[in-house]
């Protein structure tokens, strides 16, 4: 990725600020006459402590749709339901960049991840006490902000003591770690959703509060299995991390499987944000038209179509996927069955990257994501229909099986626009490229969040689907008009 200078060519032919020569050299130094093991594979040392973060990160995954169900249960509407799906960026994104900051001051990582794991219990904690819908909007932002201290940090220590070249599989295992942890979440969520209705006949209110204490004791666990499994302290500086990460390229215009897992994690949007310019620990970071000018200056104008086509879409998305727990409750569904259509949705998408990484090698893969594309652009606003006129239990399965396609459409669209940005991408700005992709990805999906609530809060559900079905298509044809660029020889 991108260094905080152009002062200098690094050995790559990317450029490195004084600050990063310094901190080079004196790694260099360190390397040299202190720990001789600094740079040595330590691939044998104990990954004990992911299991801490990934028990940390189910809890986060259950409440990520058990957070505005409840919210829901208090009296939510759409644009609220939308509002809180929408604070994962507005809250994490500037808590990932203030955390980063200390951490870069204090040049301490450890406590940074025992601090996320300790206050989001103490966030789970505080849930149940909440009456209003508002203090529930509020308690999840303060969720993803504390959540947010660990992303600077996690993708440094996972790589502490491994070869450059090992980084992309070390990347992968942590996004393993918390994918699956997600998904586990998710599940548990699902599972007790039905369990504490039918065997213990506790109403939905109190089975999600009780939830939520499971939750902060889960994560409190979390806490303790960091402590006692953590590595030795980081040697890593950040802007080497950062030296080296430019380097690493994706394996046949992919990435690993696992780092789909969770496609906008915050980890990966700091980098990018990092990457544009807003994290700068010397006060000179850049304005919004300094940041347009230098991605004019670095990126092709193909490459910078395809960017403006997927954050549309990716709007898109996310105006569909905010409203809808508000959508699927008012339609009658119960806890459980909304956790249930939302499992085969991440369900069918982990079962469909292998396929679709084979489709993409084979064939071309911006019209293989132009079909997945246009596919929920028509899928969106049938959700609305079918999920309204057909009765359960028919109306479940239609729309189960409607939501375990889009869940597949995922996986395509995922794994080819990651090959189509390094494509368009020059080798010097590849990483970047990536990494900005990431963010405006995120940060345009939060728009898309409190777009969709309040057109469904305002008008109905299906405008608000039939909206998000439109953005859909309009990134498409955006990301249409760079696709010469990508199948020209």
């Known amino acids: 990725m991108s260094a905080h200078g152009t002062d200098g060519p690094d050995r790559d032919g990317a450029t490195e600020s004084p600050g990063d020569a310094v901190t080079r050299d004196r790694d260099s130094e360190s390397n040299a006459d202190g720990d001789p093991n600094a740079d040595r594979d330590r691939s044998g040392r104990p990954d004990g402590w992911l299991y801490g973060w990934a028990l940390g990160y189910a809890a986060v995954g259950a409440a990520s749709l058990l957070v505005p169900l409840y919210a829901i249960d208090l009296g939510a509407g759409a644009l609220v339901v939308s509002l809180i799906a929408a604070t994962a960026a507005f ?4 808590g990932a960049i203030i955390w980063g900051r200390l951490v870069t001051r204090t040049r301490r ?104 204490v499971l939750g902060a004791v889960v994560t409190l666990g979390g806490v ?37 897992a969770v496609p906008f994690g915050l980890g990966r949007i700091l980098w990018g944000l990092r990457d544009l310019g807003f994290e700068r620990t010397n006060g000179r970071g850049r304005t919004a038209r300094g940041t347009l000018s230098r991605l004019r200056s670095r990126f092709s104008g193909a490459l910078l179509r395809y ?31 909304v956790f249930g259509l939302f499992i085969l949705s991440a369900a069918a998408s982990a079962a469909a990257y292998a396929a679709a990484g084979t489709a993409a090698a084979k064939h071309e893969p911006f019209r293989l994501q132009a079909g997945a594309l246009l596919f929920r652009a028509g899928a969106f606003p ?14 479940l399965i239609v729309v189960g099986a409607l ?23 020059s080798d010097s700005v590849r990483a970047e490229a990536l990494g900005v992709y990431t963010a405006a990805g995120s940060l345009g999906g939060g728009a898309g969040s409190v777009l969709g609530g309040a057109i469904a809060d305002g008008v ?30």
């Open 382 to 395: 049938v959700v609305a229909v079918v999920g309204a006129a057909v009765a359960p239990p028919v109306g």
């Open 91 to 94: 809250a994490g994104v500037p």
């Open 403 to 425: 939501f375990l396609a889009i869940g597949g459409s995922w996986a395509v669209i995922a794994v080819t626009a990651t090959g189509l940005v390094s494509r368009l991408a």
């Open 224 to 260: 303790a299995v960091v402590l006692l499994r953590y590595p030795e302290p980081s040697k890593i500086s950040d802007q080497r991390f950062r030296r080296l990460s430019r380097r690493l390229r994706p394996i046949g215009g992919t990435t690993t499987r696992a780092t789909w």
């Open 307 to 337: 960017l403006l086509g997927a954050t549309v879409f990716f709007a898109g998305f996310s105006a569909f996927f905010g409203p809808l727990p508000a959508y699927l409750v008012d339609a009658g569904y119960a806890t459980d069955e």
């Open 109 to 212: 990582r450890r406590p940074f991840i025992l601090v996320a794991l300790g206050l989001a219990a103490g966030v789970f904690l505080s849930l149940p006490f909440l009456a209003s819908p508002w203090t529930v909007l509020l308690a999840n932002a303060a969720l993803w902000f504390v959540v947010a201290a660990a992303a600077p940090v996690l993708n440094v220590v996972v790589v502490e003591g491994y070869e450059p070249s090992e980084w992309t599989q070390r990347f992968g295992l942590l996004n393993h770690y918390q994918g699956y942890g997600w998904l586990v979440g998710l599940v548990a969520g699902g599972v007790w959703s039905s369990v504490a209705a039918d065997r213990f006949a506790l109403p939905p209110l109190a089975a999600k509060r009780l939830f939520f």
């Open 460 to 489: 109905g559900y299906l405008p608000a689907f039939v909206v998000a079905g439109g953005f859909v298509a309009v990134g498409l044809l955006v990301a249409a008009s760079a696709s010469r660029a990508v199948t020209s020889p």
